[in-house]
Nanobody, 122 residues
Framework: QVQLVESGGGLVQAGGSLSLSCAAS????????MGWFRQAPEKEREFVAA????????NYADSVKGRFTISRDNAKNTVYLQMNNLRPEDTAVYYC???????????????WGQGTQVTVSS
């Protein structure tokens, strides 16, 4: 069983930066593709970014390309989301997700974290 715990959310002004972390339990972290999703109030959960188990492949939603960077440290069982040039539209609860296998499967994660709130003020 994989458990995911997000951290790093908070309040930041537009144009600022924030870094999220997702700590995973277990000893098979390197076999999982990882991703970040977000959900704003009264909106559907949307895909943000994903990274393959080896870290060589990444995918981003068009809305965050050039601003967000996903990375992972398998030795620490942790995935990160560096968010730069934040906009009020980025305000949402951010969820870490994991799926066993390739990055192509990230849209149907097997595991979810509890989420961390990111609020961007204008």
């Amino acid at each position: 069983q994989v458990q995911l715990v997000e951290s790093g959310g908070g309040l930041v002004q537009a144009g600022g930066s924030l870094s999220l972390s997702c700590a995973a339990s277990g000893r098979t972290f390197s076999s999982y593709a990882m991703g970040w999703f977000r959900q704003a109030p009264e909106k559907e959960r949307e895909f943000v970014a994903a990274i393959s188990w080896g870290g060589s492949t990444t995918n981003y939603a068009d809305s965050v390309k050039g601003r967000f960077t996903i990375s992972r440290d398998n030795a620490k069982n942790t995935v990160y989301l560096q968010m730069n040039n934040l906009r009020p539209e980025d305000t949402a609860v951010y969820y870490c997700a994991a799926v066993y296998g390739t990055i192509a499967r990230i849209k149907n994660p097997g595991y979810w974290g509890q989420g961390t709130q990111v609020t961007v003020s204008s």
